[in-house]
Antibody, heavy 119, light 108 residues
Framework: EVQLVESGGGLVKPGGSLRLSCAAS????????MNWVRQAPGKGLEWVSS????????YYADSVKGRFTISRDNAKNSLFLQMNRLGAEDTAVYYC????????????WGQGTLVTVSS | ETVMTQSPATLSVFPGERATLSCRAS??????LAWYQQKPGQAPRLLIY???TRATGIPARFSASGSGTEFTLTISSLQSEDFAVYHC??????????FGQGTKVEIK
């Protein structure tokens, strides 16, 4: 059974940093591209970042480029999102998602972790 | 960036009725389109990929069609568990992989 469990969310002050984690199980993690997608309160979904299985290919939304860093540890079946210089606009539930192939859709989502940026 | 526009924003439907949701892309995305269902407080769930293929375990009352810039998701006979928000996403012209703003299907 595929499982994705996010952690690391919480309350952070504007300008602060946070590191999200996603623990994966039930599939061959190292072969799967992974995504972070976020959803601000009461809003739609926003793709944040993608990383290929080997970490060779990494992509970011313009809204987070230069502030967020996606990474993975295939030995530990874990995905990460390092978020720096956080602003109120980054307040959202952050989901990790497993991708089919490369450059496609998310076929399985974690339950999400809430990040709140507020003073 | 490919902008995805969903309509209507809210759809009020009686249980048992048919619901038709639309998703339009600002430029062609070929058939690289997915639909997701999201219930309150839950993560999205994949319904449809490649514009018309149902994901594993998705009931046959969900069907989808379209290619290029115009896409449709149809729920043939709404069940109580189908009242949710539905999102479309393109994965042809990326980054970014853009989502529509969502259509809420509510009980009439």
């Amino acid at each position: 059974e595929v499982q994705l469990v996010e952690s690391g969310g919480g309350l952070v002050k504007p300008g602060g940093s946070l590191r999200l984690s996603c623990a994966a199980s039930g599939f061959t993690f190292s072969s799967s591209s992974m995504n972070w997608v976020r959803q601000a309160p009461g809003k739609g979904l926003e793709w944040v970042s993608s990383i290929s299985g080997s970490s060779r290919y990494i992509y970011y939304a313009d809204s987070v480029k230069g502030r967020f860093t996606i990474s993975r540890d295939n030995a530990k079946n874990s995905l990460f999102l390092q978020m720096n210089r956080l602003g109120a606009e980054d307040t959202a539930v952050y989901y990790c998602g497993k991708e089919i192939g490369t450059g496609s859709y998310v076929d399985f989502w974690g339950q999400g972790t809430l990040v709140t940026v507020s003073s | 960036e490919t902008v995805m526009t969903q309509s209507p924003a809210t759809l009020s439907v009686f249980p048992g009725e048919r619901a038709t949701l639309s998703c339009r892309a600002s430029q062609t995305v070929r058939s690289d389109l997915a639909w997701y269902q999201q219930k309150p407080g839950q993560a999205p769930r994949l319904l449809i990929y490649d514009a018309s293929t149902r994901a594993t375990g998705i009931p046959a009352r969900f069907s989808a069609s379209g290619s290029g810039t115009e896409f449709t998701l149809t729920i043939s006979s709404l069940q109580s568990e189908d009242f949710a928000v539905y999102h479309c996403q393109q994965y042809n012209n990326w980054p970014p992989k853009t989502f529509g703003q969502g259509t809420k299907v509510e009980i009439k």
